[in-house]
């Protein structure tokens, strides 16, 4: 799963992507920074503490900065072929905003960059869905899809993000070929100075980030740069002196996980203790699969312990004595947290 971080010249994207990656990547220039972060996960800390495993595994997610979008003088976003493309390979966006003064001292601007950058979004997908409808004029049946485009194109032509329509699953599962850049997960990223890294996030751009169908949070990229720097056991005081709970990248990790609709389900003992990461609603034979392909070819069942239920009761055998561990067939839908031991044969 990749999320693509992606924004104007001089909003600090590539800072923010190492300050969250621990990565020393130039400032993008026409090629790509690739990233992996691991996603912290207490449940996985806990397991390992009860196991002492010989391998401790967290989620990872993928992480790629984008070339920014040029802008044109009159500060409008520029989405080239070649970036859109490029955004498209992505499965959610993360948009950074600068919000601090330029260089040259000019105030920031965020809520209108916002704007900008979205109505490039939706006109990119506008133009796929001219082009393909002009070609289907030419061909015999597509009707559902004939339908569905001409049922999209008026809210694009408003301005309307693909992502703010409420689609349902199957027409999302209908439109996944276009990789449409307006229907794609968003996260806003407001970077801000320093000295207002506790501050909320400014109301206007919340509103406009809603407005899009997207999240949004502030973060100061170079103090996340600072604090990757410290050693773990200063870090909890020198975010207190902050005023803040916990690091910005934490925060980061978790939004851009369920940015991607995923959950974790995890696997116990004493060779590892492993967090998986799975789209929501993934049935327990597919996440079988995603241990091993031996394991869904021969499944015959899951063994499934609520996370919630292990650490109250403190073991397996005492979940099992309790009633709490439960037999699930191949259609189960495996949920955030579950612990899961699967049976097979092959």
Known sequence: MKVGLTGFPGAGKTTVFNALTGLHAERAGPGLNLGVIKVPDARVDALAAVYQPRKTTYAEVSFVDFPPARSAPERRTVLDAATVAQLRDADALVEVVRGFPDLAGAPPTPAAD??????????????????????????????????????????????????????????????????????????????????????????????????????????????????????????????????????????????????????????SGEDECRAWPIRRGTTALKAAGKVHSDIERGFIRAEVIAYEDFVRLGSEARCREAGKLRLEGKDYVVQDGDIVHFRFAV
């Open 114 to 267: 916002l704007e900008s950058f979205a109505a490039e979004l939706v006109l990119a997908d506008l133009a796929v869905i001219e082009k393909r409808l002009e070609r289907l004029k030419k061909e015999k049946g597509h009707e559902r899809e004939r339908a569905l485009l001409e049922r999209l194109a008026p809210s694009l032509e408003a301005g309307r993000p693909l992502r703010t329509l409420g689609l349902a699953p199957e027409e999302r599962a209908a439109l996944a070929g276009f990789a449409f850049l307006s229907l794609r997960p968003l996260l806003v990223v407001l970077n801000v100075p320093e000295t207002e890294a506790a501050a909320p996030i400014a109301a206007e751009v919340a509103a406009r980030a809603r407005a899009e169908g997207a999240e949004a949070m502030a973060l100061s990229a170079r103090l996340e740069a600072e604090i990757a720097e410290l050693e773990p056991a200063d870090r909890d005081a020198f975010l207190a002196d902050l005023g803040l709970t916990e690091s910005a990248r934490a925060r980061f990790i978790r939004a851009s996980y369920a940015l991607l609709d995923l959950v974790s389900f995890l696997t």
